[in-house]
């Protein structure tokens, strides 16, 4: 046999709600929960304890707690159920329900340009790693590199177009290739700079 749920039955303040109104919602729960087998006995738990919440604020207007509770109680779970019934869709198998709920095409591509920008930091030395980081979070040019680091502006755009050549040279290696067919989108690091 289940075990039952236990009802946590607090007032505004999180004192214990009056000994009626106790247990005429623990009554109204017990009755909700074989009339409507089919809901969750915790989704129930939770409307009776706002309900609990709620009666003992409104007392004073309550003249009797039993019939109030159980009515109630059962009025929110059938209100509780329309709005589940009308949040459900059908959905078929795999293709229907990818194209419903599908990935987030944009979320990937942030997450592929971030393990691709932390594997690219992996591969260079720790100048060009922090040259890198310059580049791609604040759009660095030759001159804010150089003064970053006090070197030439000469040194700077060699350094730069190392940092090219390696990530050209690691995407190669990963086997990222661009097809004809996609457009050519420009970032910070294809940038030519002339001095």
């Known amino acids: ?75 929110q779970v059938r209100h509780w159920l329309r709005q589940k019934s009308s949040k459900e869709i059908a959905v078929g198998l795999e293709k229907e329900l990818e194209q419903w709920a599908g990935p987030n095409h944009e979320f990937l591509r942030a997450i592929d340009r971030e393990m691709l920008f932390q594997h690219l930091k992996s591969t260079l030395n720790e100048r060009d790693r922090s040259i890198l980081v310059m580049l791609v979070q604040s759009n660095a040019n030759p001159s804010d590199v150089a003064i970053a680091l006090g070197i030439s502006i000469d040194a700077a755009t060699k350094a730069i177009q190392r940092i090219r050549e390696r990530i050209a040279h690691s995407l190669d290696a990963a086997g990222v290739h661009k097809s004809s067919n996609e457009p050519q989108r420009r970032t910070g690091l294809e940038r030519k700079w002339t001095y």
């Open 1 to 75: 046999m289940m075990r039952q749920q236990e009802l946590h039955l607090i007032d505004l303040n999180g004192d214990s709600v009056t000994p009626s109104i106790r247990a005429a919602v623990e009554c109204a729960y017990r009755w909700v929960l074989k009339d409507y087998p089919q809901v969750d006995p915790a989704i129930v738990a939770n409307l009776a304890e706002r309900l609990a919440t709620s009666m003992e604020t409104n007392k004073e207007t309550i003249w009797s707690a039993h019939r109030y509770a159980t009515s109630a109680l059962h009025r």
